[in-house]
Nanobody, 123 residues
């Protein structure tokens, strides 16, 4: 698995961004997750999707605003972020896990990580 996350940028409150996570390596994971981190805080779970079954999980903070999806043919996962808030500002990471997940999961459940992409929401 070789992940590359991209699509971050500077937006204003209420606007949207779509992040992408492309895997250029071999398939062999159970799920893809998106996490985010701000300086001085732990990396926190945002959303995850099981690759085969397309089951989706979200942290409460983003439910109704963010949508995770995947395109198996393109080997890419996405995070559509709408109605962005100031508190969504963070570096966003995508990751894969070979473990079965059944909901929001901590970052140590994931084995492979892409580099982060920075999202800045301004007022």
């Amino acid at each position: 698995v070789q992940l590359q996350a991209y699509g971050g940028g500077l937006v204003q409150v209420g606007e949207s961004l779509k992040l992408s996570c492309a895997n250029s390596g071999r398939y062999g994971f159970y799920a893809v997750g998106w996490f985010r981190q701000v300086p001085g805080k732990e990396r926190e779970f945002v959303a995850a999707i099981s690759w085969r079954n397309n089951v989706k999980y979200y942290t409460e903070d983003v439910k109704g605003r963010f949508t995770i999806s995947r395109d198996a043919a393109q080997n890419t996962a996405y995070l559509q972020m709408n109605s962005l808030k100031l508190e969504d500002t963070a570096v966003y990471y995508c990751a894969t896990t070979t473990r079965r997940i059944f909901g929001p999961s901590p970052s140590d459940m994931y084995e492979s990580w892409g580099q982060g992409t920075e999202v800045t929401v301004s007022s």
